[in-house]
């Protein structure tokens, strides 16, 4: 296995120089001026315009831009922000703690709701529960996140008064009171990404599932006289998990990078609301920063998907 490991970290390597190249080609030919605002300023001179490009090195070609972006970010400098001249890094990092909050706590619940009810409703199929389950998982599925987001403020915000619809920033928790406050303005984000990742993630557990029922070796284990429930946690989990291992491993790195939709209904500071807002203003560094980092978590946790394989069925063998 470590060579294997060794072999896919040095494939990987390309795999994001040729991202990089990409990420950074688009960007760097798409429309839009991080001066745009400077031009509409009769203060502004054209000779101050282009002291401003060459101040952020808007004047270099494009490959010795990349090239010193590239050296650049492999020590660490992800740039500055062409809009509020503050290091990337530093940007990152104080969007990081609001999103790890919400979309992290919102994918843990969708794990803890999606998992038990994707097994019992594959064990007892064509059942009650086997409908008001997959009938919760096409609804959930199907609404967009905008939409049950505005949903969720107009009866929990505006008619129950119960939940704030705007997420407070610069709420700092102290004592219980503010981590009171921290809890019900985070809780509305969080049940309405989870619930659609936790429908997400149901579909899939539930169709692994039924997939493994039928196979030799599970009639086989019956046979042999084990009890159900050793069949089911030995045998048909560990193959079951195999394809929700995968789609796992490529939803943990939303985690790090935020959801876009969701901290834009709700004003959560995190790092999809700075990508966003990036976006809008023509912020290369920012973009490109967040983009390559979201390209290197999903090859990170492919990697650690590949090789949890390996646990989970003792069939895969890694090749020396």
């Known amino acids: 296995m470590f060579r294997y490991f060794i072999r896919r970290l040095l494939t990987s390597i390309p795999t994001l120089l040729a991202i990089s190249i990409v990420i950074f080609g688009v960007l760097a030919i798409a429309p839009g001026n991080p001066l ?17 490009r060459r ?27 062409f809009t509020s001249r503050s290091p990337v890094n530093q940007l990152i990092l104080q969007r990081l703690p609001a999103t790890l909050w919400v979309i992290g706590a919102a994918y843990l619940l969708s794990v803890a709701i999606a998992f038990p009810l994707g097994v019992i409703s ?3 199929r064509h059942t009650i529960f086997d409908r008001i389950a997959t009938t919760f998982a096409f609804i959930g599925y199907s609404l967009p996140t905008f939409f049950t987001g505005l949903l969720f403020i107009i009866i929990f915000s505006v008619k129950l ?3 704030p619809f705007i997420y407070n920033s610069t709420l700092e928790v102290t004592d219980w009171e503010s981590f009171i406050a921290q809890i019900k303005q985070s809780l509305m984000p969080i049940c309405v990404l989870g ?3 936790a429908a997400v993630l149901m579909r899939f557990v539930r169709t692994s599932i039924l997939e493994e029922l039928n196979q030799g070796y599970v009639q086989t284990a019956h046979a042999k006289g084990l009890r159900s429930w050793r069949v089911i946690n030995i045998h048909i989990l560990r193959n079951a998990l195999i394809p929700v291992v995968t789609l796992v491993a490529l939803d943990i ?9 969701t901290e834009h209904v709700f004003r959560v500071p995190g790092i999809g609301a700075l990508l966003l807002d990036s976006i809008y203003r023509s912020d290369t560094p920012v973009v490109m920063a967040i983009s390559f980092i979201y390209a290197i978590l999903v090859v990170i946790f492919n ?10 069925d003792p069939r895969v063998r890694y090749g020396n």
Request: proline share 4%.
């Open 161 to 163: 008064r119960w939940l």
């Open 55 to 81: 101040s952020l090195g808007l004047d270099q070609p494009i490959y010795i831009r990349y090239f010193k972006w590239a050296s650049a970010f492999i020590q660490g400098n992800m740039g500055y922000s």
């Open 36 to 52: 745009g605002e400077f031009a509409s300023n009769p203060a502004i001179t054209a000779e101050v315009r282009e002291n401003l």
């Open 195 to 197: 619930l659609f990742q």
């Open 303 to 312: 990697l650690i998907a590949d090789l949890l394989y390996g646990l989970l």
């Open 122 to 124: 594959a064990l007892k």
């Open 253 to 261: 790195p939303t985690v790090f990078t935020g959801s876009l939709v």
